[in-house]
């Protein structure tokens, strides 16, 4: 079963969510994100975990970096791990 990685690679939230380092692996429920930085990534995750990929520059890969629509406080990464 593929499964989304998420990463937080950055973190200033200010409801202390998260912390830089925190990893989530996603398989169909979110994770204790916040409902704005989730609403952003979410279609992301929706496609990887449907056998999608994504738009990289030229390239079609499996993975995305994403900012909280909050000023970027906290930044993520989220990759396909099987």
Avoid at 50 to 73: I, K, M, W
């Amino acid at each position: 079963m593929k499964q989304v990685l998420i990463t937080v690679l950055e973190s200033r939230c200010r409801d202390r969510l998260c912390a830089a380092g925190d990893t989530f692996l996603v398989e169909n429920v979110c994770p204790p994100l916040c409902h704005e930085l989730w609403s952003t990534i979410y279609p992301q995750v929706y496609a990887l975990l449907n056998g999608g990929s994504l738009d990289h520059g030229d390239e079609r890969v499996l993975f995305f970096e994403a900012s909280c629509p909050d000023g970027g406080r906290v930044k993520v990464r989220g990759e396909v791990v099987e």
